[in-house]
């Protein structure tokens, strides 16, 4: 059963656009929710995070933005850049440091930035 | 601040055979992680390291597998007697505890042949 779904395996953007990432979660003990992003032969790069306690977090020209009532988070790429091209897992965990349960991911959606 | 360093980089290696994999967590990160990730999947969570201890080992996927961190510092993941689906990207992540994120190395590509 999966716990985080990102049922985008892939999405393509034109550079310049907004990116929106999707996620879901079914366990309601998820209190902490984060996007890594990954390039070919690298481990996952932490990118942004969010608590359940507040409903968006902006750094810079990624936002994630998050609804508990729907077990929806979702993350914006605005403008989309060529760089931004890689796989963004979605993960959460009870404990904003991995902690115990570890992080539980998702399997990841392509990002594909157009020129 | 080197990052997460793992080795080795690639492993190729018969079904059967016994593997080793090494971890150096970033110098003061006392917790650390082991990840497996397979194709098409997200990384999955193996265990958990608090310095030396080993907290969490009950999603090691299996009695072949085991991990340990003997003084607190870097760590190795062995599994014994290798199968084709143990093939797999193993990662290693380290961090200094809550509200910290997590920071992951490159990782171990594993093939069974």
């Known amino acids: 059963d999966q716990q985080v779904k990102q049922n985008s395996p892939s999405l393509s953007v034109q550079e310049g656009r907004i990116s929106i990432l999707n996620c879901d979660y079914t366990?309601?003990?998820?209190?902490?929710f984060l996007w890594y992003k990954k390039y070919p032969a690298e481990g996952p790069t932490f990118l942004i995070s969010?608590?359940?306690?507040?409903d968006k977090n902006e750094d810079g020209r990624f936002t994630v933005f998050l609804n508990k009532s729907a077990k929806h988070l979702s993350l914006h790429i605005v403008p989309s850049q060529p760089g931004d091209s890689a796989v963004y897992f979605c993960?959460?965990?009870?404990?904003?440091?991995?902690?115990?349960?570890?992080?539980?991911f998702g399997k990841g959606t392509h990002l594909i930035i157009q020129p | 601040d080197t990052g997460v360093s793992q080795d080795p980089r690639h492993k190729i290696t018969k079904r059967g055979q016994n593997v080793t994999f090494r971890c150096d967590p970033i110098?003061?990160?006392?917790?650390l992680y082991w990840y497996r990730q397979t194709l098409g999947q997200g990384p999955e969570f193996l265990t958990y390291f608090q310095n030396e201890a080993q907290l969490e080992k009950s999603r090691l996927l299996s009695d072949r597998f085991s991990a340990e961190r003997p003084k607190g510092s870097f760590s190795t993941l062995e599994i014994q007697r290798t199968e084709q689906g143990d093939s797999a990207m193993y990662l290693c992540?380290?961090?200094?505890?809550?509200?910290?994120?997590?920071?992951f190395g490159s990782g171990t590509q594993l093939s069974v042949l």
């Open positions: 992540a380290s961090n200094r505890g809550s509200n910290e994120k997590l920071f």
């Open positions: 969010i608590s359940s306690i507040k």
């Open positions: 110098s003061e990160h006392n917790r």
């Open positions: 993960a959460a965990s009870r404990d904003s440091g991995g902690g115990a349960d570890g992080l539980t």
């Open positions: 366990n309601s003990m998820f209190d902490y």
